[in-house]
T-cell receptor, first 114, second 112 residues
Framework: EADIYQTPRYLVIGTGKKITLECSQT?????MYWYQQDPGMELHLIHY???????EKGDLSSESTVSRIRTEHFPLTLESARPSHTSQYLC?????????????FGPGTRLTVT | QKEVEQDPGPLSVPEGAIVSLNCTYS??????FMWYRQYSRKGPELLMY????GNKEDGRFTAQVDKSSKYISLFIRDSQPSDSATYLC????????????FGKGTKLTVNP
């Protein structure tokens, strides 16, 4: 089983609140990713990182931001949550030495903004 | 047109059946083809991958890619209730393989 953790697993929060979704991996992987997954829809890449101090936006526009100060940690922040941010957020990582299709996913954070 | 099309199902089969899951894609540049399995309330896990065309077999699972028709298949033999999950196909281009393009996933239920 992959050693990639996400907290919280579930979060219900009011509009306008600032939230941070945590993602940590203990595999020493250089590459990390954030995906958004809505029921019955495709996973969409919203952010990725090749390593410390590297962050890139994915294909799906997102109002969230990310940081990569440590290899093992890749938090996602929403400054002001809105109901449109309600979704499942999945974090993943992959090793520099293997093709990036071999991504290891965390269990996800299900976010509900009321 | 979406880059990867996948019938979301749901698909329900009896235990022991052969299951066929399929995707089509539109971008000829895709070279990597993956199948991920996602159990309820879990993240996806890589099941199989194939580079370019051809077949790949792993136990009861066979992945097949036909680049001429842009068709991806996953076959499950002797299906088990533990195979009940959502199966996601994914593709990537060479050199851009960080950016996986996923299908919507097919929800499979194997009934005992």
């Amino acid at each position: 089983e992959a050693d990639i953790y996400q907290t919280p697993r579930y979060l219900v929060i009011g509009t306008g609140k600032k939230i941070t979704l945590e993602c940590s991996q203990t595999m020493g992987h250089d590459k990390m990713y954030w995906y958004q997954q809505d029921p019955g829809m495709e996973l969409h890449l919203i952010h990725y990182s090749y390593g410390v101090n590297s962050t890139e936006k994915g294909d799906l526009s997102s109002e969230s931001t990310v940081s990569r100060i440590r290899t093992e940690h890749f938090p996602l922040t929403l400054e002001s949550a809105r109901p449109s941010h309600t979704s499942q957020y999945l974090c993943a990582s992959s090793d520099r030495g293997t093709a990036s299709y071999e991504q290891y996913f965390g269990p996800g954070t299900r976010l509900t903004v009321t | 047109q979406k880059e990867v099309e996948q019938d979301p199902g749901p698909l329900s089969v009896p235990e022991g059946a052969i299951v066929s899951l399929n995707c089509t894609y539109s971008n000829s540049a895709f070279q990597y083809f993956m199948w991920y399995r996602q159990y309820s309330r879990k993240g996806p896990e890589l099941l199989m991958y194939t580079y370019s065309s051809g077949n790949k077999e792993d136990g009861r699972f066979t992945a097949q890619v036909d680049k001429s028709s842009k068709y991806i298949s996953l076959f499950i033999r002797d299906s088990q209730p533990s195979d009940s999950a959502t199966y996601l196909c994914a593709t990537a281009t060479q050199g851009g393989s960080e950016k996986l393009v996923f299908g919507k996933g097919t929800k499979l239920t194997v009934n005992p």
